[in-house]
């Protein structure tokens, strides 16, 4: 949604907190502009200090001594040091909701087989709306953010900053490459055939990054999300030491190891059993859960019955 005035989020009207964390100090709130009738959902996240907000802090604030100690302080900062970045979402499909909802999660071990039988089926009927991706492509969309473009068919993609960096400070840089062939969905479909691929958006993102942003190869953290939200493939670039949400095991896979797995076995990805971590509120998950094929410990008493 764009805003003709800030009074549209100011009336945003919150019917629940979606989740929140205090680490990565954001907030997600599930409510309704004013006049509208569909759900909307707004994403709060506190910058990064850099460096310069760090001095400027210092001397532009006002600082009261902490009532429990005489070394810490309470900062009153200048409105514009205190920036809160704001994403918003709509209209908010109840698939949104869920993507931001908290819940218990679960860990999936996803066979070739499963995959065929259960995965591929549910994420053919029912994945996350690609109109964006071709938007951007078709330069209808984010034009003006586009960093990078290659537009060979085969082995060309879009680099542009995600949603989640507002390109401020490289204390949390998040770039995304999207590929440009249509067909690959995830990491399950690629081959030895998509090395190049790989290679090209490994090399020149890597030095578009180097030269506009002054940061090593050996800085960044590459990868490609299992399962991914949007089955079109796209590479995250992000800064090393940014904890950027989804980086942990069950989701992340380095890019540097995807290709040397597939210089190493060509199918790699099509035989592989591949973990995966599910909310238990997902579609998929409950594929997975209807089929009985999650894993849950056995009761004490049946194990004792079995000996
Ligand atoms: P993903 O691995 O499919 O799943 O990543 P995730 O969203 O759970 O991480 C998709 C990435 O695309 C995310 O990092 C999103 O923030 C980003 N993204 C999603 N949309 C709809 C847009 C968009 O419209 N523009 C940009 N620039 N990034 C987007």
Request: aromatic share 12%; glycine share 2%.
């Amino acid at each position: 949604m764009v805003f003709n005035s800030a009074t549209d989020l100011f009336d945003f009207s919150t019917k629940r907190v979606l989740c929140s964390s205090n680490k990565r100090k954001t907030v997600c709130l599930e409510g309704r502009f004013p006049n509208s009738g569909e759900p909307a959902i707004i994403f709060l996240e506190k910058l990064p200090i850099s460096y310069k907000t760090a001095q400027n802090l210092c001397n532009n604030s006002i600082l009261e001594k902490s009532y429990n100690s005489v070394h810490n302080y309470e900062c009153t900062s200048k409105l514009s040091l205190n920036g809160i970045k704001i994403s918003t979402i709509y209209p908010a499909t109840q698939k949104h909701i869920k993507k931001y909802e908290s819940q218990p999660m679960h860990i999936i071990d996803e066979t070739s087989n499963l995959y065929i039988n259960v995965t591929l089926p549910y994420i053919t009927s029912e994945s996350f709306n690609l109109k964006w991706v071709y938007n951007i492509f078709e330069h209808k969309a984010e034009e003006e953010s586009i960093v990078y473009e290659d537009t060979n068919t085969e082995t060309g993609f879009i680099l542009l900053p995600d949603l989640k960096w507002n390109q401020k400070q490289i204390e949390n840089l998040y770039l995304l490459a999207i590929v440009k062939p249509r067909n690959i969905k995830s990491l399950r479909d690629l081959t030895d055939k998509h090395i190049p691929l790989l290679l090209n958006v490994r090399d020149k993102v890597t030095k578009v990054i180097k030269s506009k942003y002054g940061l090593d190869e050996s800085q960044l953290r590459i990868y490609i999300h299992y399962q991914p939200s949007y089955y079109h493939l796209h590479i995250h670039f992000t800064y090393l030491q940014y904890q950027a949400p989804g980086i942990f095991i069950g989701r992340a896979h380095l890019l540097s190891s995807v290709i040397k797995n597939l210089e190493l076995i060509p199918d790699y990805y099509q035989k592989k059993t591949l973990q995966f971590i599910i909310k238990e509120t997902d579609g998929l998950f409950l594929q997975y859960k209807e089929k009985g094929l999650v894993k849950e410990v056995v009761k004490e008493e049946e194990v004792v019955k079995e000996k």
